[in-house]
Each structure stands twice: as structure tokens, then as C-alpha cells.
């Protein structure tokens, strides 16, 4: 098994044992026997600095493994909401890894789906004219994403072609020396 399988099996153990009734107890029975020894050890700084580091380093690192299983948990809801849409007959494909796309472009579908929202309060709602909306303005943003990716390859082919290029002057320009040489 590798690192990163035995990493989320123990972050999952973990996050699951921190939210557990037994934790909350275990936890208040620290802090229990911790006042408790507060008189025995005079209330000093080496009573306190215990707490105090105690908690700040499980802190610290209950953070990472929280946080790790808190994406995976998200990861794995994605994947589960992009397989929901893609099985949804009337549902739009470009729903698809909302998640990946940039904040402009996140608004631009949230005000669409207001604008949708609009219409379905309307009593003259026509659902036939909103999903014809729909899928024109989904058509036109599959559109310019594909231009997009066009223009992303032509780019890295031009450059590819230079480099090429400018391997094939060295080349050349190196024969040129040992041939003078």
C-alpha cells in the first residue's frame, strides 16, 4: 500500500475518532487531571507551559489531517454531483467541473441561473423558451471554450515549430564550425 493510501486511511481514523463522543471525553478528562494537578505543582509556568504546548501541537496537526480529509470528502462529493449531472437527461453537460473554473467565469453562470430563476417566478413561465436560452448561451460558452483550447494548441505548435527551428540553426551552425575546424 502506499504512502498516500496509508496517509487518508489514517487522516480518515483520525477525523473520525477527533468527532467522536469519545474524543470530547477524553479531551475534558485532560483538562480534568490537568486542573486537578494545578495545586500539586504550585500553579507554576511548567504547569501551564504543559497545557499550553499539549494543545497547541495537537492543534497543529489535527489541522493537516482534517484538512486532508476534508478535500477528499469534497473531491469525492465533486465526483459524485459531476456523475449526477452527466446522467440527468435535461441537465447541462458545461455543469460539468464547476469548480475548476475561475471566479469570472463562475459569475457568469450564477447570473445566469438568476436570470433562469427570474423567469420561473414569472407566472407566464415558458420552460420550453428558458431551456432553448439555456442551451444556446451553453452552445456559445462551449464555443469560446473550444477557441480557446484552439488557440492554446496553434500556440504551442508555433512555439514547438521555433524551437525546432532554432535546434536545426544549431545544428547546422555547429557542423559549419567543425567543418572550419
Not at 497547541?56 to 454531483?81: C, E, G, P, W, Y
Not at 444556446?136 to 483550447?149: D, F, G, P, Y
Request: hydrophobic share 45%; glycine share 4%.
Amino acid at each position: 500500500m502506499s504512502f498516500d493510501a496509508r496517509f487518508a486511511r489514517f487522516a480518515s481514523y483520525v477525523s473520525r475518532l477527533a468527532g467522536s463522543p469519545v474524543a470530547l471525553i477524553g479531551a475534558l478528562l485532560v483538562i480534568l487531571i490537568w486542573a486537578i494537578c494545578g495545586p500539586i505543582f504550585n500553579y507554576s509556568d511548567f504547569w501551564q507551559l504543559t497545557i499550553n504546548t499539549g494543545t497547541t501541537i495537537v492543534t497543529f496537526l489535527m489541522v493537516f489531517l482534517i484538512q486532508n480529509s476534508q478535500n477528499r470528502d469534497s473531491h469525492a462529493m465533486q465526483i459524485k454531483l459531476d456523475e449526477l449531472i452527466r446522467a440527468t437527461t435535461h441537465a447541462h453537460n458545461s455543469l460539468l467541473d464547476l469548480e475548476e473554473l475561475t471566479e469570472r467565469d463562475l459569475e457568469k453562470f450564477r447570473a445566469h441561473y438568476c436570470q433562469l430563476a427570474k423567469h420561473a417566478r414569472k407566472s407566464d413561465f415558458n420552460l420550453g423558451a428558458v431551456l432553448a436560452e439555456l442551451e444556446t448561451e451553453e452552445k456559445e460558452m462551449e464555443a469560446a471554450l473550444k477557441e480557446e483550447q484552439r488557440l492554446a494548441l496553434r500556440k504551442k505548435k508555433i512555439a514547438s515549430d521555433k524551437a525546432r527551428k532554432n535546434r536545426e540553426k544549431s545544428a547546422s551552425v555547429s557542423e559549419v564550425a567543425e567543418d572550419a575546424g
